[in-house]
Nanobody
Framework: VRLVESGGGLVQPGGSLRLSCAASGGYFLLSDTDWYRQAPGKQRELVAAFPSTGNTHYADSVKGRFTISKDHAKSTLYLQMDSLKSEDTAVYYC??????????WGQGTQVTVSS
């Protein structure tokens, strides 16, 4: 599956951004889908998950501020990020795992939270 991300940028603390991850060539409906992020000098970490079955879940650091969602008709995964903090600055990646276990990653989109 090919994943194309968009929506990153520079935002002030307290602001909002919505990231998009458009999928093509895969089984969107049946895939587990996640958002990860990687800050400079840190390991990549799971931010939010939207399994093909089951409930969404979030890292403790973003609970109540971030929302993961899907539009099946558009084969697009979203991450709505509100009340952004400087510590949310990172490159954000979408990740898909299809029913066969094959994992695909987006190219990453930079989110910078700064005044």
């Amino acid at each position: 599956v090919r994943l194309v991300e968009s929506g990153g940028g520079l935002v002030q603390p307290g602001g909002s951004l919505r990231l998009s991850c458009a999928a093509s060539g895969g089984y969107f409906l049946l895939s587990d889908t996640d958002w990860y992020r990687q800050a400079p000098g840190k390991q990549r970490e799971l931010v939010a998950a939207f399994p093909s079955t089951g409930n969404t879940h979030y890292a403790d650091s973003v609970k109540g501020r971030f929302t993961i969602s899907k539009d099946h008709a558009k084969s697009t995964l979203y991450l709505q990020m509100d009340s952004l903090k400087s510590e949310d600055t990172a490159v954000y990646y979408c990740r898909f795992q299809d029913p066969a276990g094959t994992v695909s990653w987006g190219q990453g989109t930079q989110v910078t939270v700064s005044s």
